[in-house]
């Protein structure tokens, strides 16, 4: 997602300041998906070990920086001082803005004169984590009617972690019911019943909560337990 593109690090644009697009990612090789191991333990006169888990490990790219021209003593040290940074910073090809990876530094880049006055630096990255991250995505819909409304939004879960979203709702109108439904998910929802007007309702999927703001009412009696 990286070669031939220009990238945010930390809050410098890297192009737009010192002229550097990415121009190869890892020697065009990149992760298919996470690196992991077992985690076990061995005890004495035991054939089957002990099962614990999994442990997985942070991402590990290299990029090559190029630029055109060479580097003036100035120019080296205010790049420089963005790339050494002793805690982790974002990084985010303008690509695709809406993710992001917590990297830092850990070698030493060499830097490459290359044929018509072009300049290759090779940077090792070690994230956080091994994946990107993505902000926290917010959309409030207003709907003052009881019609169906159908709604498309970027499912966020990767290979990883399936996302469960949190949903809350403030009703507007006097509606005996509520329905959501996922219609890529085989139509998997949730109906919440003897919705009040101006109530607000609170469900957090990933974690089955459910809350609202009348008081003294139980809202899981009106639920039908179907998380999305």
Partial sequence: MFIGTKVILGNTKLYETF???????SNKTSPFGVSQSTWEEKTPYAIKSLYQGVERQPLQFTLTFAREGGWDD????KFAQILFKEEYQQLISEDYPHLYYNVICVDNPQKTLM?????????????DSPYAWSNEAVEIYKIEDTLTHEFYIENKSNVVKYVCP????????????ITIKNLTDGNNGFTISNVELNETIYIDNENGIL???????YRYNDFDGKWI
């Fill in 115 to 127: 044929p018509r006055g072009i300049s290759k630096i090779e940077v090792t990255f070690r994230c």
């Fill in 211 to 217: 809350l609202t703001t009348v008081p003294n009412v």
């Fill in 19 to 25: 002229g550097i697009m990415v121009v190869e990612f």
């Fill in 74 to 77: 100035d120019m080296r040290m």
């Fill in 166 to 177: 949190i949903i809350e709702l403030h009703s507007l109108v006097d509606s005996n019911s």
